[in-house]
């Protein structure tokens, strides 16, 4: 079974609503599901989307997993609405670098997450790829991109909440792993943020659905 897994109600409920899902678990964890596929909204942070994770991969069988969602911007190369399939997810608040690990390195793991790409490249028109970072920080400031994410050792595109621990615990549990995001914003580039996040959502909902009619 494929899990798509994302932070927000609003990402995923079109295609929810498409695939006639039902609801199968709603106290802690909300999980929906059909024959053949499963979808969970994590919420946002790191700790919720780590724990969600290995809850599922520990109870259902999951062959591989799709993290697809919104994302903030980093790259003044890139605009609102781009979609991009990531390359290497990073952790760009972890620091261990007083032992000799890279900056954003957990210690005793990879230094970032390589994520499969092979099954989705061919088929989404205008995709871009690109690298992302993940904290428990709204970063949203070019000063805070220059303070957590430039100390990265690599060009970081896109930043979100929760990727970084899904590659991880996929990682841990031996599944493929794949990422695809829309950008919402790009951080110091007022033209290229037309619409508000409130109601672009919306809009990247719809094509969020759009994307999974090409790739499931």
């Known amino acids: 079974m494929k899990l798509i897994i994302g932070a927000m109600h609003e990402e995923l409920q079109d295609s929810i609503d498409f695939y006639n899902l039902n609801k199968i678990e709603d106290e802690k964890f909300i999980i929906y599901k059909n024959e053949e596929i499963m979808f969970c909204i994590t919420g946002v942070g790191l700790i919720n989307s780590a724990v969600q994770l290995a ?19 980093c790259d003044d190369t890139l605009k609102q609405g781009d979609i991009i399939l990531v390359d290497k997810v990073y952790n760009s608040v972890a620091d261990a670098t007083a032992f000799g690990y890279a900056y954003g390195q957990v210690p005793r793991m990879p230094k970032y997450y390589e994520t499969n790409k092979e099954k989705v490249i061919n088929r989404i028109d205008y995709v871009k790829i690109k690298n992302i970072a993940s904290s428990d920080i709204f970063i949203h400031s070019v000063d805070q991109v220059d303070l957590f994410v430039k100390k990265i050792d690599d060009e970081i595109s896109i930043l979100d909440m929760e990727c970084f621990a899904y590659a991880q615990t996929a990682f841990l549990f031996n599944k493929e792993f794949s990422v695809i995001k829309i950008v919402s914003d790009v951080i110091g580039k007022n033209d290229a943020n037309n619409i508000q996040f409130n109601d672009f959502i919306k809009i990247a909902g719809k094509e969020i659905l759009e994307i999974l009619k090409k790739i499931l």
């Not at 991969?57 to 969602?69: F, P, R, V």
């Open 55 to 73: 809850y599922i991969l520990t109870k259902y069988e999951i062959n591989s997993i799709i993290n697809i969602g919104t994302s903030g911007a």
